[in-house]
T-cell receptor, first 112, second 110 residues
Framework: DVKVTQSSRYLVKRTGEKVFLECVQD?????MFWYRQDPGLGLRLIYF???????EKGDIPEGYSVSREKKERFSLILESASTNQTSMYLC???????????FGPGTRLTVL | RKEVEQDPGPFNVPEGATVAFNCTYS??????FFWYRQDCRKEPKLLMS???SGNEDGRFTAQLNRASQYISLLIRDSKLSDSATYLC???????????FGAGTTVTVRA
């Protein structure tokens, strides 16, 4: 079974703090994704990585950056957290871009 | 227009009932279609892929209508454990990534 883990289930940060969210997958998948999920909006793609050190902006990259130094690990960074970044953050991985994506349990981030 | 649109529901049905709902997609060139299930405060998980010929997995049946650009999910003999939000997922033809609908909530009552 594919396993995707995320570093925290719940996180509370203050405005202006730098926030790191980490994701690890154990299936040797090339592709990894970061989404945020907000009520009524569905999942929105923040960033995508198709290989180590390779990344692409998704639909809402503003205020975020990513890092992929190892194949199994994909990190999302909020350079200076703002209240409008309060959300559920979901990491996913897949073998091919159009394949089934396997999700981590999510991190519910609250920015005060 | 959103790439994937779903009726948010909720669909409240008694145990044993049949419930069906659709999802429309905007890009006629999309090729991959899925239904995911998301339980409250949990991550989405693949329920089933949707094939051109339609497919069935136990009590769940998925259909694709390319002419009208929608996919459907039908749940027969609903169980309490079917209560969840069902996400419609379609690949984007321009970059092949997946677009997720906002979900349809189904609540099965005893």
């Amino acid at each position: 079974d594919v396993k995707v883990t995320q570093s925290s289930r719940y996180l509370v940060k203050r405005t202006g703090e730098k926030v790191f969210l980490e994701c690890v997958q154990d299936m040797d998948h090339e592709n990894m994704f970061w989404y945020r999920q907000d009520p009524g909006l569905g999942l929105r793609l923040i960033y995508f990585s198709y290989d180590v050190k390779m990344k692409e902006k998704g639909d809402i990259p503003e205020g975020y950056s990513v890092s992929r130094e190892k194949k199994e690990r994909f990190s999302l960074i909020l350079e200076s957290a703002s209240t409008n970044q309060t959300s559920m953050y979901l990491c996913a991985s897949s073998y091919q871009v159009t394949d089934t994506q396997y999700f981590g349990p999510g991190t519910r981030l609250t920015v005060l | 227009r959103k790439e994937v649109e779903q009726d948010p529901g909720p669909f409240n049905v008694p145990e044993g009932a049949t419930v069906a709902f659709n999802c429309t997609y905007s890009n006629s060139a999309s090729q991959s279609f899925f239904w995911y299930r998301q339980d409250c405060r949990k991550e989405p998980k693949l329920l089933m892929s949707v094939y051109s010929s339609g497919n069935e997995d136990g009590r769940f049946t998925a259909q694709l209508n390319r002419a009208s650009q929608y996919i459907s999910l039908l749940i027969r003999d609903s169980k309490l454990s079917d209560s969840a939000t069902y996400l419609c997922v379609v690949n984007r033809a321009n970059d092949y990534k997946l677009s997720f609908g906002a979900g349809t909530t189904v609540t099965v009552r005893a």
